[in-house]
């Protein structure tokens, strides 16, 4: 299998986790340089990560299972993952791989209790980490630079869309009663129907009359229709 094949299968699974290169890449350089068929502890480490099929967290997986790169890096992603997590806010970049791979049982010691750091295996981590950081500083700096003017407009996208609403809110609360009203009113001929409509009219007709005929009993409704009568005469 091709270096640069193996290590695309690898980089795929730990970027679903969000942990960089310059973390997986230089444990996984110490514990096999990379080869899916690399065998230790007298053959119970397997593969790229050297995951121990006998005592470690292998157990219940096949040789071939282990060799594979994908399954071999999920497989190590269970630890190395959490220990990323816990140490990604607390430690420099540079310090990174080597603290994980103390915390990780790659090579290693768990969160609980470091491996130490005085090992030869994490001094070389630390030292492929260095290496590796030193490569590729230019373009992490630029990636870092990157996320951080996106995570930018993001934030001032989502000011923005605030402010808007707000506004928006704003401008329409005063005519919000009135709506309702219109709302009301509309809800409660629907409910009348159309007979209910058509009494309504019926009401509205006889109210209508009958202030009508008060008014013409009335002394200036008698007024009005002496004036009327007097100018068709005329």
Known sequence: ?????????????????????????????????????AIGDNGASIGIFQINRVNGQ????????LRDPVTNAEIAAKAIVPAYRALVTQVSDSQLAAEVARRSGHPGGSISNPFPITDSRIQRIQQYASDFLSSLGSVLTLSRTRS???????????????????????????????????????????????????????????????????????????????????????
């Open 1 to 37: 299998m091709a270096a640069q094949n193996v290590y695309d299968k690898i980089k795929s699974v730990f970027d679903r986790y969000g942990v960089p290169e310059f973390v997986w890449y230089p444990i996984a350089l110490a514990e096999s340089g990379l080869n899916p068929d």
């Open 58 to 65: 292998g157990i219940g997986y096949t040789v071939d299972q």
């Open 148 to 234: 951080a003017i996106g995570s930018g407009v993001q934030s001032v996208q989502s000011d923005v869309s605030q402010e808007i609403t707000a506004a928006v809110d704003a401008a329409v609360a005063p005519i919000k009663p009135i709506g309702a009203a219109f709302q009301s009113i509309s809800d409660r001929f629907n409910q009348m129907g159309a007979a209910g409509l058509f009494f309504g009219l019926i009401g509205v007709l006889l109210v209508g009359i009958t202030l009508s005929a008060m008014f013409a009993e009335s002394d200036a409704g008698k007024a009005a229709t002496k004036a009327v009568t007097t100018a068709i005469a005329a």
